[in-house]
């Protein structure tokens, strides 16, 4: 069983930044892609970001150029690097791993970027 842990979310001012971390119990080459979701209430979660185990990565319109999402994989982790902060980016944030056969996701972390 994986389980993904997300940090590093919080307040910030607009215009700021923020690194959240995903950190997963087991080897993130078990997966061929992770990524970022975001979702706030009564919307549809959403994708922010995503890397590939080959490092590929592919990003929502609204964060390109704000947003990078990396890896680590000597410490099974995935970053997500926001700055350039917005109000409307304001969101739960979640940590995403799909496999064949399941989807795992983490527990999410708030970022609330105020005006």
């Known amino acids: 069983q994986v389980q993904l842990v997300e940090s590093g979310g919080g307040l910030v001012q607009a215009g700021g930044s923020l690194r959240l971390s995903c950190a997963a119990s087991g080897s993130i080459f078990l997966f061929n892609a992770m990524g970022w979701y975001r979702q706030v209430p009564g919307k549809q979660r959403e994708l922010v970001a995503s890397?590939?185990?080959?490092?590929?990565?592919n990003y929502a319109d609204s964060v390109k150029g704000r947003f990078t999402i990396s890896r680590d994989s000597r410490k099974n982790t995935v970053y997500l690097q926001m700055n350039s902060l917005k109000p409307e980016d304001t969101s739960v944030y979640y940590c995403?791993?799909?496999?064949?056969?399941?989807?795992?996701w983490g527990q999410g972390t708030q970022v609330t970027v105020s005006s």
């Open positions: 890397i590939t185990s080959g490092g590929s990565t």
């Open positions: 995403n791993a799909p496999t064949t056969n399941i989807v795992y």
